[in-house]
């Protein structure tokens, strides 16, 4: 006699189908999941010690544009892995080489010798000549990349964009706002 | 004739497809829903089966690639025939998409349409009009210039601040570590896979529950909707007072979409596409990258929010907005429909259309951001000139030198960013200057490792100066009586 909670034969082997689905579909997710976040499971191993070309290009006391390719190309990026950046050559082989990219929001800021302010164009964040938030929105001051000075070569530790929650950006020297 | 009929019984024996459609344009509509208000939908639905087409008409040239799109862009201006065209119709599409889906949405809201039954209609709305944000967005991107490299960089830097999950999901949103080919790559799957597949199916639910459910009953004042009794009422008014919905209503629907169309043809001959504006590369820095025109609104408030309510407003904000959205039909589900009384709902559209439409006013002239041509560009007035000595003037040029100009106006000209200095002398004594000059503060930058003494000197005497005719400048009375005790009054 049929029982509606008797398991039929033909019930059960749905059930196991449903089952032996969702199984592959489960072994399917690993490799899917692993594809789609490859760029955050990389770990850092984007990051490369590049050169902004030799010191003497900087002189003593002046901030100049300089730009670098990221350590790492692939063949479809074109011109976007070419980055620019602001070295401060403050004295010998003492150097301050800042993001390009306001801390506010990421626009490419700009160098004011004579006022020695860097300028935002976006949201009018400006910051100091040692890279210290002067006035604006910004929270902070410009992101520092590590440098070396190495014969006579100066390279920069670069490939992530700087943003404000980037890990990389905590080893920009953080100064409080003048008073 | 005949053998149209026959082709058509002949189909129609297979498809079994003619019963569904007949009755579906025959169902029958309240008569006074007939209205040209409830034109915006189908109107949406048109233009982005329009932004289908022209999409697809674009893909078969653009190539996804951060090396060559901007190229295929310049291929498509200028080589292609017509290929503006196209790229214009998609472009303004895609304007008018999003406005006819605001509009559609403010009509909804003020006419008690998301109320019972149709709460999840309105909740499906709701994912749509994200939707369709997002492809105003990721289509900004596909237009790979200066505008679209930055923009990126400021959609990373608010994700960034995601606490915890920032960096992963910069990564994740970039495909790596920078804005780079891989970046592109995943917002033309976005925009051409991922958005319009799931925009294709939730308006196929969103139409269906309009079909099943019902339009929308015109609202009338203390007409009460209640889950009790509404769907008997609403069947027994589409009972006494409907139509059916082909050829009563669908003529006004016909003649909005074909306006719409229209217009939208309109704008892109007489206005042509949007950009490529400058090349995707980096290193041209002499760029101030503006967001499209509906996020221009964003654009303003992130520069004139307080920064330490920047990063909550920013991540919190949308989470709110998206909630309170789809919240709306549960908490209000009940009760009067007709915006005659229901004055906190059309206060409500009323201050976000304002909110809105003052913050998307001001991104037009940026008073926040300096003028960063002021400095070499703006003579100072001769007005502010005249009469003064060899020193003021040495002032002057101090203050253009040094930029002062570059955020605070004299005369009209300059930046907005600071307070304009026509009448400073009048607000602060020379002391007050000396000191503002020097440290800075509310907002100004110090500038006191930047001037010689030489230089704050004349630059304070220059600005004692900026004074109206007839209007004495601010002085110090406590200082004045210390100098001088003995001096009588003079007035």
Redesign the interface.
């Known amino acids: 006699m049929p029982n509606e909670n008797m398991l039929t034969r033909r019930g059960l082997f749905m059930k196991l189908g449903i089952l032996f689905n969702g199984l592959v579909a489960a072994a399917l997710a690993v490799p899917i999941l692993r594809y789609v976040l490859s760029s955050v499971t990389r770990g850092s191993s984007y990051l490369g010690w590049v050169s902004l070309g030799h010191v003497n290009e900087f002189p003593e006391g002046e901030t100049r544009l300089a730009t670098f390719r990221n350590p790492i190309v692939m063949p479809a990026d074109g011109k976007t892995v070419d980055t620019a950046c602001w070295v401060r050559r403050i004295e010998g082989e003492q150097f301050q080489v800042f993001a390009i990219n306001c801390m506010h929001l990421g626009c490419p800021v700009r160098w004011f010798p004579q006022s020695g302010l860097f300028m935002c164009p976006c949201h009018g964040g400006a910051y100091y000549r040692d890279g210290s938030r002067a006035s604006g929105p910004p929270e902070r001051g410009l992101f520092v990349y590590p440098y070396k000075v190495k014969d006579g070569l100066i390279t920069i530790q670069a490939g992530e964009l700087p943003t404000p929650g980037s890990p990389s950006a905590a080893l920009g020297t953080e100064r409080p706002p003048c008073a | 004739m005949r053998v149209i009929s026959q082709v058509g019984e002949w189909l129609d024996r297979r498809l079994q497809l003619a019963a569904a459609i007949r009755e579906t344009a025959e169902h029958h509509v309240p008569r006074n829903t007939a209205s040209w208000f409830y034109v915006f939908g189908s109107a949406a639905l048109v233009v982005f089966l329009m932004q289908l087409v022209t999409g697809i008409l674009l893909a078969i040239i653009y190539v996804p690639?951060?090396?060559?799109a901007w190229n295929s862009l310049q291929v498509l201006n200028h080589d292609i025939t017509l290929g503006w065209f196209i790229r214009a119709l998609h472009g303004w599409g895609s304007n008018f998409m999003v406005a006819i889906v605001l509009i559609h949405m403010v009509q909804v809201f003020l006419f008690g349409a998301y109320k019972f039954p149709r709460e999840l209609t309105w909740v499906v709305g709701v994912f749509l009009l994200l939707m369709t944000l997002g492809m105003a967005f990721s289509g900004q991107v596909l237009r790979f210039d200066q505008d679209a490299?930055?923009g990126l960089?400021?959609g990373?830097?608010?994700?960034?601040?995601?606490p915890i999950l920032?960096?992963?999901t910069?990564?994740?949103m970039?495909?790596?570590?920078?804005?780079?080919?891989?970046?592109?790559?995943r917002f033309f799957a976005l925009h051409v896979f991922v958005i319009p597949g799931l925009l294709i199916a939730l308006v196929g639910l969103h139409l269906l529950m309009v079909l099943k459910l019902g339009i929308n009953d015109w609202p009338m004042p203390g007409r009460i909707v209640k889950r009790a009794t509404y769907t008997a009422e609403y069947e027994e008014l589409v009972r006494k007072d409907g139509a059916p919905f082909v050829p009563y209503a669908v003529w006004k629907d016909l003649f909005f979409a074909a306006f719409i169309l229209a217009a939208v043809a309109a704008c892109a001959i007489y206005f042509g596409p949007f950009g490529p504006s400058g090349?995707?590369?980096?290193?041209i820095?002499?760029?101030?990258?503006r967001p499209d025109y509906f996020f221009l609104w964003l654009?303003a408030l992130?520069?004139l929010?307080p920064?330490?309510l920047?990063?909550p407003a920013l991540l919190i904000g949308p989470v709110v907005v998206i909630f309170a959205l789809i919240l709306l039909p549960f908490l209000f589900g009940e009760g009067e429909k007709s915006w005659r009384r229901r004055p906190i709902a059309v206060m409500s559209i009323l201050l976000i259309a304002v909110s809105l439409g003052t913050l998307t006013h001001l991104s037009g002239f940026t008073p926040?951001?300096?003028h960063?041509n002021a400095?070499s560009g703006d003579p100072v007035p001769e007005r502010f000139l005249k009469g003064t000595t060899a020193l003021e003037r040495q002032g002057a040029l101090v203050f253009q030198?040094?930029?002062?100009r570059?955020?605070h106006s004299l005369g009209e000209l300059g930046g907005q960013?600071g307070p304009t200095l026509d009448s400073v002398a009048v607000r602060l004594t020379p002391d007050q200057l000396i000191r503002q000059v020097i440290?800075?503060?509310g907002?100004?930058?110090?500038?006191?490792?930047?001037l010689s003494p030489a230089e704050t000197t004349a630059l304070v005497a220059f600005l004692a100066t900026l004074h109206p005719p007839g209007q004495t400048p601010a002085r110090n009375a406590a200082l004045e009586e210390s100098q001088a005790p003995a001096a009588t009054p003079q007035r």
């Open positions: 690639s951060a090396a060559e490299y930055w960089g400021i990373a830097s608010i994700a960034s601040r995601v920032g960096p992963a910069v990564k994740l970039l495909g790596g570590p920078i804005i780079a080919g891989a970046t592109l790559s090349r995707p590369d980096p290193t820095i002499q760029t101030a990258p654009y992130l520069s929010l920064p330490s920047e990063t926040w951001s300096p960063m400095w030198v040094k930029q002062c570059n955020c960013r440290q800075g503060g907002n100004m930058p110090a500038y006191g490792k930047n």
